[in-house]
């Protein structure tokens, strides 16, 4: 019973608080293009227009709460609520958006520096609710369509994919530079 009331009270922490401060934060992600050239990729090296004003906002949110919840509500608040939204908000976003080659390698390297902070924040796992962003992520860095069979199927080991054929190719569609007949003709 205790463990119920905790959780709801982190749930509704979450959903008064929160909740719409991550969707702004998160939402930043639709005035940053990932349909980007040389020049762009070395001026996001340089400037990052996206992780870091959002690790910035995300931290300003998050760390206040550390001092005034015990560790085991931090972390759960944290790990189940933050990271969780996080993660469904930026993988909508992804999906409103299109890449260019450059672009997916960005967006790689903005998954994985978001992954590690959020790590940082607390003791539980991240990877998992990030699963599915990065393997959206993934889709978007290959070089073919092609490509998709080194990590599906048989080739892909003891990685269990979230995302189902269909939201494959839809992934896929989100580069204008592959081929729709392609995608389209890709058996999973």
Do not use: M
């Amino acid at each position: 019973a205790l463990v119920r009331a905790r959780d709801a009270g982190v749930e509704q922490l979450v959903r008064s608080a929160l909740a719409s401060r991550i969707t702004s934060l998160v939402e930043q992600f639709r005035s940053v293009a990932y349909d980007i050239r040389e020049e762009q990729f070395a001026n996001y090296e340089a400037n990052d227009p996206f992780v870091t004003p959002l690790v910035t906002g995300l931290r300003a949110l998050v760390l206040p709460l550390k001092g005034a919840l015990l560790e085991p509500n931090y972390d759960q608040l944290v790990a189940v609520a933050v990271v969780a939204r996080v993660a469904e908000r930026l993988e909508k976003c992804i999906l409103k958006s299109t890449f260019s080659p450059l672009g997916g390698l960005q967006l790689d390297k903005d998954v994985r520096s978001l992954v590690t902070f959020l790590s940082s924040l607390t003791q539980w796992s991240v990877r998992d609710k990030f699963a599915r962003v990065s393997q959206i992520s993934t889709l978007l860095n290959l070089e073919r369509v092609s490509e998709v069979h080194d990590y599906w199927g048989t080739n892909s080991g003891s990685l269990t994919w979230r995302l189902t054929p269909t939201e494959v190719r839809n992934v896929l569609a989100r580069r204008p530079d592959l081929s729709t007949d392609e995608i389209n003709r890709l058996k999973l």
